[in-house]
């Protein structure tokens, strides 16, 4: 009887245990979903949370600068939840990242001149080394573009988009100052739209829109007035795309002197003639007359893609992002690389960065980053991230036919700027970690600084051309300024931790 009992009990006690392992092995499996969260974007978990805050870093810089940082300051975030528009918005937004200053005093300039005496030390080390000849990295190295790796010359009736894929060269998408760019923004505001159908691929709703001859722009519909910021419980994969994110970004990128996102413009559409009467027939399909009796139409994808979050015409307009075609892939393969510095995309696990103190020595290693100009590339798309506020990069491509030593496409901004009184320094954690970044950046982040046009003033100019003008809300363009000097401040922490011959600035690699 006993014995008959004991088996039972041993019975029971296998059963609960092969259970438990099943349970187990289920929950490993779903956890493991999740984390395929960026190839597999349908499986995200809308509700994810990801924490930052590195325990274990106890040493790391990245955690040194955040603690110090906030320390100093008052926190940059107090103001997030309002959506009140001041007049004072510029010297409010100021404050909060200055300390507690007598409000009184005028706030003294810090001109970062220890920075400026390394970027010019940099470039007289730099000088020196191409003078006797020990210059590594070859300046005199070509540049060709992709019409000449290709062996394709334009057509005569080339249109300004063909010819400027074309001019796609091994450093940048285009050259500083080059008309180009304003034919193809031209072309893509004022060419007649003939076809219009919903691009595969990515969670949230974007249209190809096709031109004459053969010129594409890709299109993202405005969904909030430009006051609107990321709601408190949206995570970064969550957040709704701005397009006026998509055409801001294109400007700071310009500005930074990187060149590496394509052509951004905004245009104002009549949703009837220009969308719903040139859509596909799958486009087509979803659209429907609101009971305002306007025209709307949701399309299909895996985010807000349904009649609950409609983009409707008010009444018959609609504002829109224009992105200039990238070359398709026939012409020119992009390779796809994951960012070293991913966020993890899943709520209960960190990425390694997060937790290991020596994450860059590790990526320091691993090609491509070991060599060349890609981790200084991924350095620049940090602090360029870290302006506009996008926590949303994930993957990033290249242009196959150059090799691994090229440019780094800046691709999808549509998440920046959505939070305009928080600065989010995990964005900033490759420059952190890596103590690194490229001498013509941090010369060009001094200047914004030091003035006497202060990043804000440029945008506002560059943007100034824009049909949709004014682009960003005025708190945006405040924030821009104070994460400039959160930027400089992080880099005199960097340097002040690698005295000597470390030196914190990377030497610049492009011609
Ligand atoms: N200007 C462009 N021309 C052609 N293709 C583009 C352009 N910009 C982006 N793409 C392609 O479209 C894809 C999706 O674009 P984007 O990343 O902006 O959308 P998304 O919905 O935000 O994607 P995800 O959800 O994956 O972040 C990109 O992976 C890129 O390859
Ligand atoms: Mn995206």
Same mark, same amino acid.
């Given at each position: 009887?006993?014995?008959?009992?004991?088996?039972?009990?041993?019975?029971?006690?296998?059963?609960?245990?092969?259970?438990?392992?099943?349970?187990?092995?289920?929950?490993? =499996?779903?956890?493991?979903?999740?984390?395929?969260?960026?190839?597999?974007?349908?499986?995200?978990?809308?509700?994810?949370?990801?924490?930052?805050?590195?325990?274990?870093?106890?040493?790391?810089?990245?955690?040194?600068?955040?603690?110090?940082?906030?320390?100093?300051?008052?926190?940059?975030?107090?103001?997030?939840?309002? &959506?009140?528009?001041?007049? !004072?918005?510029?010297?409010?937004?100021?404050?909060?990242?200055?300390?507690?200053?007598?409000?009184?005093?005028?706030? *003294?300039?810090?001109?970062?001149?220890?920075?400026?005496?390394?970027?010019?030390?940099?470039?007289?080390?730099?000088?020196?080394?191409?003078?006797?000849?020990?210059?590594?990295?070859?300046?005199?190295?070509?540049?060709?573009?992709?019409?000449?790796?290709?062996?394709?010359?334009?057509?005569?009736?080339?249109?300004?988009?063909?010819?400027?894929?074309?001019?796609?060269?091994? !450093?940048?998408?285009?050259? *500083?100052?080059?008309?180009?760019?304003? $034919?193809?923004?031209?072309?893509?505001? @004022? %060419?007649?739209?003939? !076809?219009?159908?919903?691009?595969?691929?990515?969670?949230?709703?974007?249209?190809?829109?096709?031109?004459?001859?053969?010129?594409?722009?890709?299109?993202?519909?405005?969904?909030?007035?430009?006051?609107?910021?990321?709601?408190?419980?949206?995570?970064?994969?969550?957040?709704?795309?701005?397009?006026?994110? *998509?055409?801001?970004?294109? @400007?700071?990128?310009?500005?930074?002197?990187?060149?590496? &996102?394509?052509?951004? &413009?905004?245009?104002?559409?009549?949703?009837?003639?220009?969308?719903?009467?040139?859509?596909?027939?799958?486009?087509?399909?979803?659209?429907? =007359?609101?009971?305002?009796?306007?025209?709307?139409?949701?399309?299909?994808?895996? #985010?807000?893609?349904?009649?609950?979050?409609?983009?409707?015409?008010?009444?018959?307009?609609?504002?829109?992002?224009?992105?200039?075609?990238?070359?398709?892939?026939?012409?020119?393969?992009?390779?796809?690389?994951? @960012?070293?510095?991913?966020?993890? #995309?899943?709520?209960?696990?960190?990425?390694?960065?997060?937790?290991?103190?020596?994450?860059?020595?590790?990526?320091?290693?691993?090609?491509?980053?070991?060599?060349?100009?890609?981790?200084?590339?991924?350095?620049?798309?940090?602090?360029?991230?870290?302006?506009?506020?996008?926590?949303?990069?994930?993957?990033?491509?290249?242009?196959?036919?150059?090799?691994?030593?090229?440019?780094?496409? !800046?691709?999808?901004?549509?998440?920046?700027?959505?939070?305009? #009184? @928080?600065?989010?320094?995990?964005?900033?954690?490759?420059? %952190?970690?890596?103590?690194?970044?490229?001498?013509?950046?941090?010369?060009?982040?001094?200047?914004?600084?030091?003035?006497?046009?202060?990043?804000?003033? %440029?945008?506002?100019?560059?943007?100034?051309?824009?049909? %949709?003008?004014?682009?960003?809300?005025?708190?945006?363009?405040?924030?821009?300024?104070?994460?400039?000097?959160?930027?400089?401040?992080?880099?005199?922490?960097?340097?002040?931790?690698?005295? $000597?011959?470390?030196?914190?600035?990377? *030497?610049?690699?492009?011609?």
């Amino acid at each position: 009887m006993f014995g008959l009992r004991s088996l039972r009990m041993k019975e029971r006690l296998a059963i609960g245990f092969g259970a438990s392992l099943v349970l187990f092995t289920l929950l490993l =499996v779903i956890d493991l979903q999740m984390d395929l969260g960026v190839a597999n974007r349908h499986l995200m978990p809308s509700h994810a949370r990801v924490r930052y805050v590195n325990d274990e870093d106890k040493n790391g810089v990245f955690r040194d600068f955040k603690r110090k940082f906030l320390q100093k300051s008052n926190s940059s975030g107090s103001k997030e939840a309002s &959506t009140t528009i001041t007049s !004072h918005g510029r010297s409010a937004a100021d404050s909060s990242g200055s300390g507690q200053r007598n409000p009184t005093e005028p706030p *003294e300039h810090d001109n970062f001149d220890d920075l400026m005496s390394l970027v010019a030390e940099s470039r007289r080390n730099s000088e020196a080394r191409s003078n006797t000849g020990t210059d590594q990295s070859n300046e005199s190295e070509e540049n060709p573009t992709l019409g000449d790796m290709m062996d394709i010359r334009p057509s005569k009736n080339a249109s300004y988009l063909e010819r400027f894929q074309l001019g796609i060269s091994k !450093h940048e998408l285009y050259r *500083e100052s080059d008309p180009i760019v304003d $034919g193809v923004v031209n072309d893509m505001l @004022h %060419l007649p739209i003939q !076809h219009v159908f919903q691009k595969d691929g990515g969670t949230q709703i974007k249209l190809v829109i096709e031109f004459p001859n053969d010129v594409k722009a890709l299109f993202k519909p405005m969904r909030f007035p430009r006051e609107q910021q990321t709601l408190p419980n949206h995570f970064y994969f969550t957040d709704f795309e701005r397009h006026n994110a *998509e055409i801001a970004a294109f @400007h700071v990128d310009r500005l930074l002197g990187f060149r590496r &996102t394509m052509p951004v &413009t905004g245009r104002l559409l009549n949703i009837t003639t220009e969308i719903y009467q040139v859509a596909d027939d799958d486009l087509l399909k979803t659209f429907f =007359v609101s009971p305002s009796s306007n025209l709307c139409f949701h399309g299909k994808c895996s #985010y807000y893609c349904d009649t609950a979050h409609a983009i409707c015409g008010n009444p018959d307009t609609l504002e829109g992002s224009f992105a200039a075609f990238l070359p398709s892939y026939e012409q020119a393969h992009r390779k796809v690389w994951r @960012h070293p510095w991913r966020r993890s #995309y899943h709520k209960r696990r960190k990425a390694q960065w997060e937790t290991d103190a020596d994450y860059c020595a590790m990526i320091r290693d691993i090609p491509p980053y070991d060599e060349g100009r890609r981790l200084l590339d991924l350095m620049d798309m940090s602090v360029f991230d870290f302006l506009i506020g996008n926590m949303d990069r994930h993957h990033y491509e290249t242009f196959k036919v150059f090799g691994n030593d090229t440019f780094t496409l !800046h691709l999808d901004h549509g998440r920046g700027f959505g939070r305009p #009184y @928080h600065d989010e320094l995990s964005i900033l954690a490759p420059v %952190l970690q890596c103590c690194l970044i490229r001498t013509t950046t941090l010369q060009s982040l001094l200047k914004f600084h030091n003035g006497p046009k202060h990043l804000s003033d %440029l945008l506002r100019e560059s943007m100034q051309s824009d049909p %949709l003008n004014p682009i960003l809300w005025e708190p945006h363009l405040n924030a821009l300024d104070r994460r400039v000097k959160i930027i400089l401040q992080a880099i005199r922490e960097c340097v002040k931790k690698n005295p $000597g011959d470390e030196v914190a600035i990377g *030497e610049d690699d492009i011609s």
